[in-house]
């Protein structure tokens, strides 16, 4: 038996969703018997993600139905509700946003490098999901399972930290650890950048610049010596 359940990638975040089956009950998104189905699931889900993607963050049931081609009836023979579709459309934007989080050389290099490398694997992130943050954070008290999907994603970044930074964390001490940490997960946090993008008007550029000053500050004087 696993010792943790921790998510190990994006897709871990959010719950598997269920496919109502016409008869009512549900049945797993893998189930052969619901193949055929999954196409039209998959074109609901797609039309939200496109509509909060330009801009839309509360789209009409019109809207989807508009531009997914499906009918509304059918939508709800897949979701049970709004809500269950907005936690399924945020769950997919976390499984494709997965390739952009992937640091290929996690942990190695020197420490301008690897924070390079972790800067710009937030960005990346952040370009793909930011949109659906909001949509996220405005789901959260009719869709309960998108605040633990909100914790997993600081549990994610923590475990990424430390993979990234492991010789510098070996060499604090706890309490040096807990302030770089906390420092680290609400700077890369979404309300963090949404900051810095939206309220103070920095670029990707300028938040790198920033973000690298006080990552360097506090990571470059527990670096080992080679």
Same mark, same amino acid.
């Given at each position: %038996?696993?010792?943790?359940?921790?998510?190990?990638?994006? !897709?871990?975040? /959010?719950?598997?969703?269920?496919?109502?089956?016409?008869?009512?009950?549900?049945?797993?998104?893998?189930?052969?018997?619901?193949?055929?189905?999954?196409?039209?699931?998959?074109?609901?889900?797609?039309?939200? /993600?496109?509509? *909060?993607?330009?801009?839309?963050?509360?789209?009409?049931?019109?809207?989807?139905?508009? +531009?997914?081609?499906?009918?509304?009836?059918?939508?709800? #023979?897949?979701?049970?509700?709004?809500?269950?579709?907005?936690? !399924?459309? *945020?769950?997919?934007? %976390?499984?494709?946003?997965?390739?952009? +989080?992937?640091?290929?050389? @996690?942990?190695?290099?020197?420490?301008?490098?690897?924070?390079?490398?972790? /800067?710009?694997?937030?960005?990346?992130?952040?370009?793909?999901?930011?949109?659906?943050?909001?949509?996220? +954070?405005? @789901?959260?008290?009719?869709?309960?399972? /998108?605040?633990?999907?909100?914790?997993?994603? *600081?549990?994610?970044? #923590?475990?990424?930290?430390?993979?990234?930074?492991?010789?510098?964390?070996?060499?604090?001490?706890?309490?040096?650890?807990?302030?770089?940490?906390?420092?680290?997960?609400? %700077?890369?946090?979404?309300?963090?950048?949404?900051?810095?993008?939206?309220?103070?008007?920095?670029?990707?550029?300028?938040?790198?610049? +920033?973000? #690298?000053?006080?990552?360097? !500050?506090?990571?470059?004087?527990?670096?080992?010596?080679?």
């Amino acid at each position: %038996m696993a010792e943790s359940s921790a998510p190990q990638t994006m !897709a871990d975040l /959010i719950p598997e969703t269920t496919v109502p089956s016409s008869s009512g009950t549900t049945r797993g998104v893998a189930d052969g018997r619901v193949a055929l189905r999954m196409r039209n699931r998959q074109r609901v889900i797609d039309a939200l /993600i496109e509509l *909060v993607d330009e801009g839309d963050m509360s789209p009409s049931m019109e809207s989807i139905v508009e +531009r997914s081609g499906v009918s509304e009836r059918s939508v709800f #023979r897949y979701f049970t509700d709004l809500a269950d579709l907005s936690l !399924a459309a *945020v769950r997919a934007v %976390m499984e494709r946003a997965e390739p952009a +989080r992937v640091i290929l050389d @996690k942990g190695e290099g020197t420490l301008e490098h690897r924070i390079d490398q972790m /800067i710009a694997s937030r960005l990346r992130v952040s370009a793909l999901t930011h949109s659906f943050g909001m949509l996220a +954070r405005r @789901k959260l008290a009719v869709v309960p399972e /998108i605040q633990q999907g909100l914790t997993n994603v *600081v549990i994610l970044l #923590r475990s990424q930290f430390e993979e990234q930074f492991a010789p510098e964390i070996a060499a604090m001490s706890d309490a040096e650890v807990a302030v770089a940490m906390d420092v680290f997960v609400t %700077m890369f946090s979404f309300e963090g950048l949404d900051v810095m993008w939206r309220q103070l008007g920095n670029d990707h550029t300028a938040v790198a610049d +920033r973000w #690298r000053v006080v990552m360097t !500050a506090l990571l470059a004087p527990h670096t080992p010596s080679v």
